[in-house]
């Protein structure tokens, strides 16, 4: 596998010649290669997408839409091919890739393809006097900065608002995962968009990305990731009055109530934990049971969790699949580490695996899935992101002390509330640090509602018109009448 660059409509290595190495998770096996870009290839991508600017920002919206719909045709067409890359390159099982990510890189596709010949400005009418009226102009060359959990949904999710609004793009996916973004890269032409509105590049982050976010031409930065890097670029952008929306890390709460629906909050607690192998900015990581029910819930989460073996994310029937890297692996199980010296007790789990007769599986990267109980709320695993499958799960006696561990981190991306005491769901939902709360469902998405979080999870909202809104800018205009 050798992935390339898309710069100009042509597919590309590095100008400097360099690559890096792309691996296999499941196998820990080296299986292809990617370019190793640098501001070289920014300043190449950064000018092809100027010179389309001009043109593009004037093509009207509906044939903007018609290029992202048959964009969607052949990732619609191509769906089988994308979701076993997905499987490879990031670890995930390729039943979740064929289910989950590649119909929503179509879907994301679509509904901006859609969004945007509905998206409209205001006019102000002054009586008499004055009207008004709002212009919304596309930013010019934009940059789209994703990560490597849900490698093609996350990419097409800013890309699509991105382009249907009008602004040319310079889009890095994850060096871990890039071979979707580069599938997708091949696909451009053929969807009808002309050279430099789309230029894809790859490569290390702190170079090409770091790179991206610093030219003096990208008027805007849209980047989902960690809280650090996030925090990087808000560093650097911010002094060169760039537009920036960051969506970041999480450690999202799951409140459970002893009035929930048990067997629906299990079920859906068991799939909030761990899908993904808990890769999922959405995960419900610190999960709190109301006391009466407490040793009820724990036990049956556990049960249900020890049932659950890793397998070759080829294999149609696994559900539970690699992590993403070596790093990320060590990562997980030095927080696990922590968790016991922190005073925890680890309910299930808690060591690497490898999926039971697979041979060629052994040097991938694998982790039971972990439970951890007796933590207390303000230790360092239920205040860090972990970002794997290890969640843990603590008791809570009231609704104040439920909620006030919930808002006890830095972060408020998501949380999740189980109840059927309908008033109780508003004013939790209400009083919880988070931009998303589900009530007795987890990921039910609505492509039209704002996405994104507060406090160290991020600035800004994606999704509907709220990216719409980022990647344009507003112009007033007033006529006296
Ligand atoms: P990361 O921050 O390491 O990398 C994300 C992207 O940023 C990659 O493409 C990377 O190459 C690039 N990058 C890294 N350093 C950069 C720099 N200095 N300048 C410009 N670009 C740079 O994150 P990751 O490990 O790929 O992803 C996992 C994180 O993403 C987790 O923290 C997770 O919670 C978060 N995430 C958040 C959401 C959300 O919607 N809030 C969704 C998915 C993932």
């Known amino acids: 596998m050798e992935v390339l660059n898309l ?11 360099e690559w890096l190495e792309l691996t296999d998770p499941s196998k820990g096996k080296v299986y292809g290669r990617l370019p190793r870009s640098s501001a070289e290839d920014v300043n190449l991508a950064v000018k092809s997408a100027s010179k389309a600017f001009k043109s593009w920002s004037a093509t009207p919206p509906g044939e903007r839409a018609a290029c992202l719909n048959r964009l969607a045709d052949l990732v619609k067409k191509n769906a089988q091919l994308l979701s076993s890359a997905e499987s490879t390159d990031n670890g995930k099982p390729i039943s979740l890739a064929a289910a989950v990510d590649i119909p929503r890189a179509e879907k994301n596709l679509r509904f901006y393809a859609s969004a945007v010949q509905h998206f409209a400005s205001e006019s102000h009418a002054m009586e008499g006097e004055a009207i008004n009226y709002t212009l919304r102009k596309p930013l010019g060359v934009v940059a789209c900065i994703s990560p490597w959990n849900l490698p093609l949904y996350l990419f097409t999710w800013k890309i699509a608002p991105a382009l249907a609004a009008g602004n040319c793009v310079v889009a890095k996916p994850s060096e871990i995962t890039p071979v979707t973004a580069y599938l997708l890269s091949t696909w451009v032409k053929e969807a009808g968009f002309p050279d430099g509105v789309l230029n894809i590049l790859h490569g290390l982050g702190t170079e090409v990305g770091d790179a991206l976010v610093r030219h003096p031409k990208i008027a805007a930065v849209s980047f989902t990731g960690g809280t650090a890097t996030g925090a990087h670029i808000a560093s650097v952008t911010a002094p060169r009055f760039k537009k920036l929306s960051l969506e970041l890390g999480g450690k999202n709460a799951a409140i459970i109530f ?10 859906t607690t068991m799939r909030s934990s761990f899908a993904n192998q808990g890769q999922i ?11 009466s029910i407490y ?28 992590v993403v890297s070596k790093e990320h692996r060590d990562k997980i199980l030095d927080y696990i580490t922590l968790a016991k010296e922190e005073g925890g007790t680890i309910l299930c789990g808690g060591t690497q ?67 059927n005491d309908l008033k109780r769901a508003h004013r939790v939902a209400a009083e919880l640090e988070t931009g998303i709360c589900w009530v007795n469902c987890w ?10 979080g507060v406090k160290n999870s991020g600035v800004g ?21």
């Open 295 to 322: 040793t009820r819930f724990r036990d049956a989460l556990v049960s249900k969790t020890k049932k659950m073996k890793v397998g070759d994310p080829m294999d149609p029937k696994t559900k539970t699949g690699a």
């Open 258 to 267: 002893d009035d929930c629906d048990f067997e629906d909050a299990l079920a």
């Open 281 to 291: 900015c959405l995960c419900g990581s610190r999960i709190l049971v109301e006391k």
């Open 7 to 17: 710069i100009q409509g042509k597919l590309l290595s590095a100008k400097g010649g």
């Open 353 to 419: 695996t490898t999926p039971e007769n697979q041979p060629g599986l052994e040097g991938g990267y694998y982790i039971q899935p972990t439970i951890i109980e007796g933590l207390k709320y303000d230790c360092a695993v239920n205040q860090q992101e972990i970002f794997g499958p290890v969640v843990t799960i603590q008791p809570f006696e009231t609704e104040e002390e439920a909620v006030s561990i919930a808002n006890s981190t830095e972060y408020g991306l998501a949380a999740t509330v189980w109840t």
């Open 443 to 452: 990921l039910l998405r609505d492509l039209r509602t704002p996405f994104g």
């Open 461 to 481: 909202r994606e999704g509907g018109f709220d990216a719409l809104r980022f990647f344009t800018e507003s112009q007033n205009v007033c006529i006296k009448l």
